[in-house]
């Protein structure tokens, strides 16, 4: 396929401003799949998604498209909403030449088109602002038409007014994208050279690994080498993906698809490789920010008796999203476990839905905890860590205030955009996790971003349900890393008849822990703590049975 008429892109919004909606009416429109109800938002394919409406992971489709005489291979590359997978996004992004960014014409900007809108303006895409719903009664187009302006530097002239549902314009975005989307600067001269942007696992044929094609071509029977690994692979099958596979003889420059090469663990097919022909090495494209765990728990079987199951499907769980990392854990209490880090809380929330629904595990989950820093002081610990500054992933191996010099504790900046009858109540839910303001500016009459830098742990548990409860689903809320900063950080013990349960170790901030609890060394009862609000302590008590406390 001539490069020329090639055209890569990606649809970014915030959660329900209508992605999945929308690429299901370009799928239809350009015949990649049929048009019946049953077809509904074929893109997002896990049990969770459907049940829940968000995508996590994302899909690819290529499409054909006819436009002044000629067919044009139009490459879509839907992504997740959720900030948690904005990680996801960011990957999508970079087998791109422009993204469609989708706001819903009634809600306007949110804190999350505001994230999305900048990792596609920093890798320099072509942004076309699209705004859904418009068949909806209160959508306000011109309203949101001036925040695009405002905040993101873009003409209202180049907005396109759109109902995803209904179908009206769609076939405009089609000429658009066509129109103000650059074809990949991929070249069929030169030698193959391809991106790895996403990987699946499938039990039969390993893995298969969606690759956008920067250079040359590859055919089957191929050896390929994986640039970061480093091992060779011969190509068995590829194709490209419309939504569902298709294979071919051929991938091309410009072309996005999909290969499998008898790799064996998505390790092997590291989002962000490069791939290139045995013997005929390239310099290697540039990698992604890798993903970073933000949050981390202890999950443990309910019973031990079920921990071979639930190994294989964590194992296969992980297979699949390369972006949750594993640890094993055991504990005298608990058993056999493991410590897993995720990107965010609704990412560790998926994922023991999926635990639950695809494999039928029941698990303790503890705590979340995020990494903490400890500078350490005592010699004799800096010998056995090897260092001086050391992360902490699991609060049972905090080290005693005596041994260190400083805690650290990870941070972020986050974006509220909220109606303004509602800042005050936000106002004081951020102080009360310690958050201070940065700034904050209308993006229209009536409705306000605000900055903040937040301590990560503040808002893992719950921050989230209580602003939007807050702001009656109003506001979103949207957060990036912001580094470290020193904090005065406290471990509390969970006694088990008397003794500490190591894996129920929490840490908590020295400001809130003397609020609540103003005795250090007394033992409070479970009933007297707010500690879990997830779900945590339930578990807890239908473990043990037994009058659990804490103390710290
Ligand atoms: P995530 O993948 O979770 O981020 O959501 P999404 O952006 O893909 O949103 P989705 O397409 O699932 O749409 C969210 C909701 O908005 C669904 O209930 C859709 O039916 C509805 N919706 C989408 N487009 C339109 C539209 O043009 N008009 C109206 N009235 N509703 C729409």
């Given amino acids: 396929f001539p490069v020329e008429r090639i055209r890569n892109f990606s649809i970014i919004a915030h959660i329900d401003h209508g992605k999945s909606t929308l690429a299901d009416r370009l799928l239809e429109m350009t015949g990649a799949i049929a048009k019946t109800e ?24 290529s499409l054909f498209y006819q436009h002044d005489g000629e067919t044009y291979l139009l490459n879509l590359i839907d992504t997740p909403g959720h900030v948690d997978f904005s990680y996801e996004v960011s990957r999508s992004i970079s087998a791109c030449q422009g993204v469609l960014l989708i706001v ?48 993101f530097d873009i003409p209202k002239e180049e907005c396109i007014r759109i109902s995803a549902k209904l179908g009206t314009n769609v076939d405009q975005v089609l000429q658009e994208v066509v129109k103000r989307i650059p074809p990949p600067t991929a070249k069929l001269e030169e030698p193959f050279k391809a991106l790895v942007f996403d990987s699946t696992f499938d039990h039969y044929r ?15 029977g191929d050896r390929i080498v994986s640039a970061h690994m480093g091992k060779t692979y011969e190509v068995n099958e590829l194709g490209i993906l419309r939504p569902d596979e298709r294979p071919t003889e051929k991938l091309y420059a410009g072309q996005v698809g999909y290969v499998v090469a008898g790799m064996k663990e998505v390790k092997e097919a590291q989002i962000g490789d490069t791939l290139y022909l045995h013997k005929q090495p390239v310099e290697a494209l540039p990698g992604f920010k890798p993903a ?14 079920e921990y071979t199951s639930l190994r294989s499907a964590v194992e296969k769980l992980t297979l699949n999203d390369s972006s949750v990392t594993v640890q094993r854990d055991s504990s005298l209490a608990l ?5 897993l880090g995720f990107l965010g809380l609704l990412h560790m929330e998926v994922f023991n839905q999926r635990l639950d629904q695809e494999y039928n595990a029941s698990v303790i989950v503890t705590a979340p905890t995020v990494p903490y820093k400890a500078v350490l002081s005592s010699a004799k610990l800096i010998k056995e860590y ?11 191996q905090f080290p005693d205030k005596s041994q260190v010099v400083q805690y650290l504790e990870p941070m972020v900046t986050g974006t509220i955009i909220t109606p303004d009858d509602f800042t005050g109540k936000i106002i004081s839910l951020c102080l009360g996790r310690r958050a201070i303001q940065k700034n904050m500016v209308y993006i229209d009459d009536h409705r306000v971003m605000m900055k903040y830098v937040f301590p990560l742990n503040e808002i893992v548990v719950d921050f989230y349900d209580q602003l939007k409860s807050m ?22 013990d969970f006694l088990l008849n008397g003794r500490p349960v190591e894996e129920l170790t929490t840490i908590s901030h020295g400001k809130k822990i003397n609020k609540s609890y103003p005795k250090k060394g007394f033992i409070y009862s479970s009933s007297c ?24």
Avoid: H
Avoid at 118 to 143: C, G
Avoid at 292 to 305: E, L, T
Avoid at 471 to 492: Q, R, T, W
């Fill in 206 to 220: 390993g893995v298969i690994a969606n690759i956008a094609v920067f250079g040359g071509q590859v055919c089957k």
């Fill in 471 to 492: 702001s009656s689903g109003y506001a979103s809320f949207d957060y990036e890393d912001a580094g470290y900063e020193p904090a005065e950080l406290i471990k509390i």
């Fill in 386 to 396: 090897g260092e001086e500054v050391v992360t902490i992933v699991n609060p049972a």
């Fill in 292 to 305: 970073k765990s933000m949050v981390f728990a202890g999950i443990y079987p309910m019973d031990q008796s």
């Fill in 38 to 61: 049953r077809n509904k938002q074929v893109l997002d394919k896990l049990q969770v998604e459907r049940e829940r409406g968000i995508t996590v992971k994302a899909q690819t489709a």
């Fill in 335 to 339: 058993g056999a476990g493991w410590r």
């Fill in 529 to 552: 703590l707010q500690l879990c609000k997830t779900g945590y302590e339930r578990q807890i008590w239908q473990k043990f049975k037994s009058d659990n406390c804490f103390r710290y």
């Fill in 104 to 151: 819903d014409a009634n809600q306007g900007i949110q804190a999350q088109t505001v994230a999305n809108f900048y990792l596609a303006f920093e890798a320099q895409l072509t942004i076309i602002p699209v705004l859904n719903k418009i068949d909806l009664k209160n959508a306000d187009p011109d309203r949101v038409e001036k925040q695009i302006e405002k905040i």
